[in-house]
């Protein structure tokens, strides 16, 4: 005999279980859609959140600019904070600072430029006088009268005997005694006659002359300029219209002092240069070495009264 179950409303199937994501046993659908609500949710309250942020910040940046201040003390990302747009502090304009001018420098080239200059100016002056003639040299010098331009008729050379009267005191030319005053460097104490001096000027000559009462000093000044000197004589000589006056055959020159450069100019460039006798010396010949104002006539025909002269001396 057999024996039957019980049928209870029919026969019952187990449900099977749906697999999750990741072969793990998952939960049921209404699961999974609870949970893609949830992170929908929490994406839209993230919005919100933002939104609000925004908006805040907008809130901020009309109340600052309402306020006539930067909506923020900070700068905008890759913006600079010197000079970047959208606000931050200005710009500061760099002070510039004033160095002093270094002169030494300056001073130096300066210097070296004005010797380099004067060194050019001198070698030039140099070869211009040298190629000059002495007689343009002489007349180059200040306040010398040249009269061999100026008045060449009173330059005669005729020998004569007794006093002559000259145009130019002292005189620098012109008839004149036929015997010379020595010129050897003669440094004389006294007046000297004329006549005979003006004789020693036609052989080269520089006569130089000087007021009784100038200093001692000045006429030491003078004798070193003559004594030793061939072609060189000085004497006192009354009535001078200058301290000084110097004398070649037509050239004349009158200073103040015995320290001026231009007597020493005036040796130089008419010593011996002027003569219109050259190459007679002032050591041998029919000289005399005397003093006076009366010339020394040797030589003059026998009853003269100036033949026998005192002081009057005769080289043979």
């Known amino acids: 005999m057999s024996i039957s179950s019980p049928q209870t409303g029919g026969e019952r199937r187990p449900t099977a279980k749906k697999a999750v994501a990741g072969g793990k046993p998952g939960t049921s659908d209404s699961a999974a859609k609870s949970s893609g609500a949830a992170a929908a949710k929490s994406s839209a309250a993230a919005k919100s959140t933002a939104a609000k942020s925004s908006a805040r910040a907008r809130s901020g940046s009309t109340a600052a600019k309402s306020a006539g201040r930067p909506a923020s003390s900070r700068p905008a990302a890759g913006k600079s904070a010197a000079g970047g747009k959208g606000g931050g502090r200005p710009p500061i304009t760099p002070v510039k600072v004033n160095k002093g001018r270094n002169w030494g420098p300056i001073v ?155 007597i020493d100019d005036f040796i130089r460039y008419l010593r011996q240069n002027a003569a219109m006798e050259p190459n007679t010396p002032c050591s041998t010949g029919s000289y005399v070495t005397g003093t006076g104002s009366t010339p020394y006539d040797l030589g003059q025909p026998s009853g003269a009264a100036s033949a026998s002269a005192p002081g009057m001396t005769k080289s043979s």
Request: with cysteine.
């Open 108 to 262: 130096l080239f300066t210097v070296v430029g004005l010797v380099a200059a004067g060194i050019i100016g001198f070698g030039a002056y140099e070869v211009h006088l040298n190629g000059l003639g002495w007689q343009s040299r002489a007349d180059g010098i200040t306040g010398i009268v040249d009269y061999r331009k100026t008045d060449p008729a009173m330059l005669t050379r005729n020998h004569k005997y007794g006093v002559i009267n000259y145009k130019v005191s002292p005189p620098v030319g012109g008839d004149h005694n036929p015997n010379w005053q020595r010129c050897q460097g003669d440094v004389y104490t006294a007046q000297i006659p004329s006549e005979n001096a003006v004789h020693a000027l036609e052989h080269g000559a520089v006569w130089i002359t000087y007021r009784p009462n100038l200093p001692q000093a000045e006429v030491n000044t003078l004798k070193s300029k003559v004594q030793g000197n061939d072609f060189m004589l000085m004497s006192p000589y009354p009535g001078l219209t200058s301290p000084i006056s110097l004398q070649a055959w037509g050239f004349q020159l009158k200073v103040d002092n015995a320290s001026d450069k231009r």
